[in-house]
C-alpha cells in the first residue's frame, strides 16, 4: 500500500479535534485531508471488541463510500483501577452531545465508588488505514500516566484535561499541542505508521 503526496487521504472520524489533529501530523506529507463530516459520510456503528477492530471497521467503511484511501483512529482512555474502563467506550462514555466535561466526571465518579487508591492510567490509538480495493494495515501506540482531578486547562479534546503523562506534572489539557502531538500515544502510533513507508513522495 502506497499513497503518494498530493493524494486525498479521508480521516474516518466526526470529531474536529481529532480530525485537525491528523492533519497537523500529516503536515510534511502534503496530502489533500478530508474529514468524515465534510463529505457527509455516515458514521458506522462501532461493533468491534478491539481498538483495533474499530479501527478497522471505521476505515473500510470510509474508504468504500468516499472511494479514497481512508484512515481511521479508534483512541480511549483505559484506568487501571476501572479494569480499562471506559476504553472502547471512551467516546460513548460522553454521551450523544459529546460532553466530556461530563464524561470526565462519571470517571471520577467511579473511581470514587471504587474507593481507588490507584489513578494510574493509559491512551491507547489504533489506527487502521484502508483503500476501496481491501487493502489495510494497522498500527498502535499507547501513553502511561495519571489521572487528575478536577480537570485542568483548555487545549487538546476529549480527555486531555485529566490525564497526566508520566514524568510530567501538566495535563495534556495545559500542555502545547505541539509539545503533545510529539508524544501522545496519537503520536506514538502515527510513529509507526510514517516508518512503515505508506506515505510516500
Known amino acids: 500500500m502506497k499513497i503518494r503526496r498530493g493524494a486525498t487521504l479521508v480521516?474516518?472520524?466526526?470529531?474536529?479535534?481529532?480530525?485537525?489533529?491528523?492533519?497537523?501530523?500529516?503536515?510534511?506529507?502534503?496530502?489533500?485531508?478530508?474529514?468524515?463530516?465534510?463529505?457527509?459520510?455516515?458514521?458506522p456503528e462501532e461493533t468491534g471488541t478491539t481498538f483495533i477492530e474499530n479501527a478497522l471497521l471505521k476505515a473500510r467503511a470510509a474508504a468504500m463510500a468516499s472511494g479514497e484511501a481512508a484512515l481511521a483512529d479508534d483512541s480511549g482512555?483505559?484506568?487501571?483501577?476501572?479494569?480499562?474502563?471506559?476504553?472502547?467506550?471512551?467516546?460513548?462514555?460522553a454521551g450523544e452531545t459529546k460532553d466530556f466535561s461530563s464524561a470526565m466526571a462519571r470517571v471520577e465518579r467511579a473511581l470514587k465508588e471504587k474507593h481507588a487508591s490507584d489513578y494510574s492510567a493509559k491512551f491507547v490509538c489504533a489506527l487502521a488505514l484502508a483503500t476501496p480495493d481491501g487493502e489495510t494495515a494497522v498500527f498502535e501506540g499507547e501513553i502511561e500516566g495519571a489521572l487528575v482531578f478536577p480537570p485542568r486547562g483548555d487545549k487538546g479534546f476529549g480527555y486531555d484535561p485529566i490525564f497526566v503523562a508520566a514524568g510530567m506534572r501538566e495535563t495534556f489539557g495545559e500542555i502545547a499541542p505541539a509539545t503533545k502531538h510529539a508524544m501522545s500515544h496519537r503520536a506514538r502510533a502515527f510513529q509507526k505508521l510514517i516508518e512503515s513507508g505508506v506515505f510516500t513522495s
Open 11 to 43: 480521516i474516518a472520524s466526526h470529531n474536529p479535534g481529532k480530525v485537525r489533529e491528523i492533519r497537523e501530523l500529516l503536515g510534511p506529507f502534503s496530502l489533500v485531508i478530508k474529514g468524515a463530516a465534510e463529505l457527509a459520510l455516515p458514521e
Open 77 to 93: 482512555l483505559a484506568v487501571k483501577a476501572l479494569g480499562g474502563a471506559p476504553g472502547i467506550y471512551s467516546a460513548r462514555w
